[in-house]
């Protein structure tokens, strides 16, 4: 029998339309013929709407988490609004060796460069580091710089740059890894119990957004305690699937290091029904703090590849991500051609072409999922060749590599997705001309490049599976904005539709959220539809979708959130 009947509402399984869905022991159940017994839980829908959970296909949770523990300035709109925020928060903490933050809006001064003495002024006697959103720029105040001794003759590191001014100085602002690591290889790191407090912090955030499973697409050794840990506890509140973050320098000392993580990650998670206790929205200390780390599944696996077995375990650890190049908006996106502002430049590539072919093709071999951002043409051309030498020199296995972000793509290299079985991951919130677009992406393409961006409905007509992220805490978590934007490529203020002809249907956009994202994790066969035996991983809408303007998805509320038949919002 049934313990939770669902009724009254619209209820889409993500094939097809249903009247009632019953539960049994947390998965889907064929109701009852007789209707509802004594002791089946009624969820009246009151007209809403209930159909699978979203999931995350790219996310960093803990640093998004993290972000509560410092100076609040995500939404400052203003460079004076940060250092008020930095002020106060400085104040109210003044046994802090550091301050520490994220994240800021780089589009808010022009070129995103920010000058230390902003920060100065609000904290002069304490060394100040800010995440911008991006993740692959920090904004350093004059002790900050001074403590990691950078100074007008520190040369450029070789993976980053450092911004100077016109009399070679340091401005305040450091562009990807190596130059961001100076600073934030000082930081002091964060305890196991306030880790945890951050995963407990993202799951709320999740939840509330009716999200049930996350790909962490940034992860360094140590978290994997963290996120045990939190799910011990009962404090993690979605499925989690662990990226470890490649390093070009290192990668070859790592592969062993993963493989035995993933086997204690195997050997160590709870699953969903095996919490302490639900989780509701509301120890010893790890190398280095998720601030201050680079951003960079399902089963253990015996070495060499196999294919990927879907667990109902809450934390898994089977991809490997890589970071083929930086970020168009910071000049370090590897392009074919040179950035219109930049004429010398082409980006910064974080691996040359043939080491990352190596490296994917290596850990491909050792049974890992492959998980590559990719944002410029080039980066992404890279990517494509990586995969096409792990596919020609490796035994076939149902291998699903991703590559994340997808942002400009060459004509030619477009139909090699779908040949080479790639996934293509979106962040559909990033499909819009806002301010970053207009400011700072846009000017560096020029109009032309610019309008090859996201080319979400070209891949899938070329039968390309799709799944959708957030790149949370880079842009906002929430799938139902992500949907409005990917169907009508305008931004919430409505502004005329850019690049019009690559926006997805509303039930394309929503199964890139829900199945597209199941098939990237492997777990279609358990997850992603809502079919009698999968798990009950729901998420209860108060409208339906397709009954709502457009420009309005945003505005339909998530009423409920069940992570197999357990409420978590």
């Known amino acids: 029998m049934p313990d939770l009947l669902f009724t009254n509402g619209t209820i889409w399984t993500g094939s097809g339309y249903v009247e009632e869905l019953a539960v049994s022991g947390g998965r889907i159940a064929d109701p009852a013929p007789d ?75 022009k070129g995103g460069e920010f000058d230390a003495r902003w920060l100065d002024a609000a904290v002069p006697d304490r060394p100040v580091v800010l995440r911008a959103y991006d993740y692959h720029t920090v904004w350093c105040n ?123 990650v195997d050997a160590r998670s709870v699953a969903a029904g095996e919490q302490p ?92 999922q492959v998980h590559i951002h990719a944002i410029g043409d080039s980066g992404v051309r890279a990517a494509l060749d990586a995969i096409e030498r792990a596919v020609r020199d490796n035994p076939a296995w149902d291998r699903r590599p991703v590559i994340a972000h997808t942002q400009l793509v060459a004509p030619d290299d477009l139909p090699r997705f779908a040949e080479l079985g790639v996934i293509a991951n979106f962040e559909p919130l990033w499909a819009q001309l806002d301010p970053l677009q207009t400011e700072l992406t846009v000017p560096r393409l020029g109009p032309d490049r610019a309008d090859l961006q996201y080319p979400m409905e070209t891949l899938r007509a070329l039968d390309t599976a799709l799944s959708f992220g957030s790149d949370w805490p880079v842009s906002s978590q929430e799938p139902l904005l992500g949907v409005q934007i990917a169907t009508t490529r305008q931004t919430v203020d409505g502004t005329p539709a850019w690049t019009p002809g690559e926006r997805l249907s509303l039930e394309d956009a929503l199964h890139a959220y829900t199945a597209g994202v199941a098939y990237q994790a492997f777990a279609e066969a358990d997850r992603g539809t809502l079919e009698p035996g999968k798990a009950a991983d729901l998420v209860w809408l108060s409208a339906d979708p397709r009954r709502v303007d457009p420009l309005e998805l945003r505005r339909i509320e998530v009423r409920g959130t069940w992570l197999e038949g357990t409420p978590t919002f």
């Open 35 to 109: 209707g509802a017994a004594a002791d089946v839980t009624v969820i009246d829908l009151e007209g809403g709407f209930l159909m699978p959970s979203f999931g995350d296909g790219h996310a960093h949770p803990l640093f998004g988490g993290l972000e509560a523990q410092g100076p609040q300035i995500k939404d400052k709109t203003t460079v004076e609004e940060i250092v008020a925020e930095v002020a106060r928060y400085a104040a109210e903490n003044p046994a802090l060796e550091w301050i520490v933050g994220g994240s800021y809006d780089p589009a808010i001064v």
């Open 142 to 264: 004059t002790a900050a710089l001074e403590r990691a001794g950078i100074g007008p003759s520190t040369p450029d590191p070789r993976l980053g740059w450092i911004v100077r001014r016109h009399d070679g100085s340091p401005l305040g602002t450091l562009r990807e890894w190596h130059a961001c690591d100076l600073v934030l290889d000082l930081v002091p790191t964060k305890s196991l119990d306030e880790l945890v407090e951050g995963l407990a912090e993202a799951s709320g955030a999740m939840a509330a957004a009716g999200i049930t499973w996350v790909q962490d697409a940034w992860v360094e050794p140590y978290m994997v305690e963290a996120y045990l840990e939190a799910a011990r506890r009962g404090r993690l509140g979605f499925r989690a699937n662990l990226g470890f973050r490649a390093d070009p320098d290192t990668w070859t000392a790592q592969r062993a290091r993963f493989s035995a993580l993933r086997a204690e």
């Open 277 to 368: 206790s639900p989780v509701r929205h509301a120890g010893s200390s790890p190398p280095r703090s998720p601030l201050t780390a680079r951003p960079d599944t399902p089963l253990q696996q015996d070495s060499g590849p196999r294919r990927h077995a879907a667990l109902a375990k809450l934390v898994t650890a089977n991809t490997v991500k890589f970071f083929a190049d930086g970020v168009i908006e910071g000049g370090t996106a590897a392009m074919l051609e040179p950035y219109v502002d930049a004429p010398h430049s082409c980006g910064m590539p974080v691996w040359e072409p043939a080491a990352l072919a190596e490296a994917v093709a290596a850990f491909d071999a050792d049974g890992f």
